[in-house]
């Protein structure tokens, strides 16, 4: 009997995060789900509920074609659905930014999509299916001590924007999540510990952990932001952006109708910078 469900695979499907709370959802709404993670162990539970779990690496070209051969055969080289959402973030003004960390976090978030893209992206033809790029807010609005982690979202942004164009005439469909706050352990495992002692940003720093860890205390939910997302993206004529999470509507209303300099004043305050001074670090 041949399997009417819709497939979909997830990167970065680790308990706790958005991956995880995907796939859940994907399942519940009736999809075929390929969970992935880097080590398959953390996939267990996903796995007792009847998915299908793969190790997938997005920094490593041969992870990532070897899942893509794998998924080839479970499902006769179609997927329906990709979901980039492996990333991860990095809080340090650019200043302080060790190179080969925020290359490594390039790697990931910018360079991870763009290799599941190039494996996957056949059998998403095939399908006629969809690509699901997760960026963030801060492709959009400027957030300090954050540059490095706002540009591989806006480099994702910008990545998606090609790709839609280029999918578009094989009936492929390119969504990008603009995500706000969510609620995971996404902020507390990449929290910055090594900020040097001599930083000009020594006291804005702690202001900026108050506002990320405030934020993501009274964030979305994954599970409600994994239902808005399926849903959106299981109908026809998705959204090219969905601004998705919480204060996405303000981010959405600062970022798009106000001017630039109204935009750097407003973050700079939230964000502590204001307090800075040539005499006053
Ligand atoms: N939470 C938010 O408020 C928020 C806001 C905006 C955007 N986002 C975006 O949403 C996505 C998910 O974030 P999250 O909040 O759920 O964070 P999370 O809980 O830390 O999840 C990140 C996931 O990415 C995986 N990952 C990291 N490096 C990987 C690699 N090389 N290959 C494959 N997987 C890798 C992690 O796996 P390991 O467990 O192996 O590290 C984990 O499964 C990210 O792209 C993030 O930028 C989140």
Redesign the pocket.
């Known amino acids: 009997m041949t399997d009417a469900r819709k497939t979909v695979l997830i990167?970065?499907?680790?308990p706790?995060?958005?991956?995880h709370a995907l796939a859940l959802e994907f399942q519940k709404q009736g999809a075929r789900v390929f969970a992935t993670?880097?080590?398959t162990e953390?996939l267990e539970d996903l796995r007792a509920k009847g998915m299908e779990v793969l190790a997938?690496?997005?920094?490593s070209d041969e992870s990532v074609r070897a899942a893509a051969a794998s998924l080839r055969e479970l499902t006769g080289g179609k997927l329906d659905v990709l979901v980039n959402?492996?990333?991860?973030?990095y809080t340090m003004a650019a200043l302080d930014a060790d190179i080969p960390h925020a290359e490594a976090i390039f790697n990931?978030?910018v360079f991870?999509p763009m290799r599941t893209v190039r494996e996957f992206g056949p059998m998403v033809v095939a399908a006629r299916g969809k690509i699901v790029n997760?960026a963030?807010?801060?492709a959009h609005i400027p957030m300090p001590l954050h540059g490095v982690y706002g540009a591989t979202?806006a480099a994702v942004l910008s990545f998606g924007d090609s790709l839609r164009l280029e999918m578009k005439p094989f009936g492929v469909e390119v969504i990008t999540l603009l995500?706000?706050?969510?609620t995971?352990?996404?902020y507390s495992?990449e929290r910055t510990t090594d900020i040097p002692t001599d930083s000009l940003y020594a006291s804005v720093y702690p202001k900026v952990d108050k506002v990320i860890l405030d934020g993501?205390s009274g964030?979305m939910p994954a599970e409600e932001y994994a239902r808005k997302v399926v849903s959106t993206v299981m109908k026809p004529g998705a959204p090219k952006w969905f601004w998705v999470?919480s204060n996405s509507t303000v981010v959405w209303v600062l970022s798009t109708l106000l001017p630039r300099w109204l935009q750097d004043n407003i973050v700079s305050g939230m964000w502590g910078l204001s307090s800075l001074t040539p005499e006053k670090k």
């Open positions: 990167t970065g499907c680790t706790g995060g958005i991956g993670a880097r080590r953390v997938l690496d997005v920094t959402n492996a990333g991860r973030m990931t978030n991870g997760n963030a807010n801060a979202k995500t706000g706050g969510v995971t352990p996404g495992n993501s964030a999470g």
